[in-house]
């Protein structure tokens, strides 16, 4: 069973920008899959951002630009970050890693990232 802990969240203003951490129990370097996605009371989580040694980095529409993921493997650790944040970037952020898509897919816990107007 892999752990994930996240950290990094917090209250920021419009425009600022923030790091995401997520740091795991195991060798990153076994995971093709290590990305985010967020959460807001009420939706369903949605995709984020994907650090994938298949086919590279990808992102939603709407962070594009602005958002930026990556690995360091030497750290178990995989970051999101967030630069001109947007009040609709307000949400729980959650990490997730995946060795294969036939394999399970682990989930952090979750770190609030609130931003203000």
């Known amino acids: 069973q892999v752990q994930l802990v996240e950290s990094g969240g917090g209250l920021v203003e419009a425009g600022g920008s923030v790091r995401l951490s997520c740091a795991a129990s195991?060798?990153?370097?076994?995971?093709?899959?290590m990305g985010w996605h967020r959460q807001v009371p009420g939706k369903q989580r949605e995709f984020v951002a994907v650090?994938?040694?298949?086919?590279?980095?990808k992102y939603a529409d709407s962070v594009k630009g602005r958002f930026t993921i990556s690995r360091d493997n030497a750290k178990n650790t995989v970051y999101l970050q967030m630069n001109s944040l947007k009040p609709e970037d307000t949400a729980v952020y959650y990490c997730?890693?995946?060795?294969?898509?036939?394999?399970?897919?682990?989930w952090g816990q979750g770190t609030q990232v609130t931003v203000s107007s």
């Open positions: 650090d994938s040694k298949i086919t590279g980095t």
């Open positions: 997730y890693v995946r060795k294969s898509m036939a394999e399970n897919v682990y």
């Open positions: 195991e060798n990153t370097f076994s995971f093709n899959y």
